[in-house]
């Protein structure tokens, strides 16, 4: 099937800790994207990438950090510069003519 | 960042009934898109619009692209149980999109 799948879909971290969420997509998709989601409120853009190789900052990207390294996959780093990590996080990837989003399943990290 | 406005913010209907809910923008867009989203998971994309004056359909649900390419609306008919959840706008400009803080559904039988 193809699709985007984000793991894990639960993640507990310790505060200091580094935590890397994975988004893995075999639509063939150019460009991708990570955004948060706290309760009760829209999507906020983290990073994407458009091309291999390249990625921007996008609103909040303050205390995260991606690589692009292969068209499939979009990891993100939460690092312990982030000061509020605990929320949802939601990979998406959008085609050729970039007109359409395409999310995965979530993944939801908790700071114990 | 950009942002859109998306009312209302909340509804309860009654199962059966139909439901509107619309999504404005300071801002242009060349697309517009409508998703849903379940408790704990991903966006699901329902609706998808192209071009400015469009209307389309996705069995019981209706979308139009504004004219002016700043709103936005998605109807619901004959709404029932499964139709709960999170309804986000979003509008595609160049390469990037943004979205609405969504309309929390919730259908009571």
């Known amino acids: 099937d193809g699709g985007i799948t984000q793991s894990p879909k639960y993640l507990f971290r310790k505060e200091g800790q580094n935590v890397t969420l994975s988004c893995e997509q075999n639509?063939?998709?150019?460009?991708m994207y990570w955004y948060r989601q706290d309760p009760g409120q829209g999507l906020r853009l983290i990073y994407y990438s458009q091309i291999v190789n390249d990625f921007q900052k996008g609103d909040i990207a303050e205390g995260y950090s991606v690589s692009r390294e292969k068209k499939e996959s979009f990891p993100l780093t939460v690092t312990s510069a982030q000061k509020n990590p605990t929320a949802f996080y939601l990979c998406?990837?959008?085609?050729?003519?970039?007109?359409?989003?395409?999310f995965g399943q979530g993944t939801r990290l908790t700071v114990v | 960042g950009q942002q859109l406005n998306q009312s209302p913010q909340s509804m309860f209907i009654q199962e059966g009934e139909d439901v509107s809910m619309n999504c404005t923008s300071s801002s242009i867009f060349n697309t517009w898109l409508w998703y849903k989203q379940d408790p704990g998971e991903g966006p699901v994309l329902l609706i998808a619009l192209y071009k400015a004056g469009e209307l389309t359909s996705n069995g019981r649900l209706t979308a139009q692209f504004g004219i002016t390419r700043k709103d936005s609306f998605l109807n619901i008919s004959a709404s029932i149980p499964s139709d709960v959840g999170i309804y986000f706008c979003?509008?595609?400009?160049?390469?990037?999109?943004?979205f609405g803080p969504g309309t929390r559904l919730s259908v009571l039988p």
């Open positions: 998406a990837s959008s085609g050729e003519m970039n007109t359409e989003a395409f």
């Open positions: 979003a509008g595609q400009l160049m390469r990037n999109f943004v």
């Open positions: 639509l063939n998709h150019d460009a």
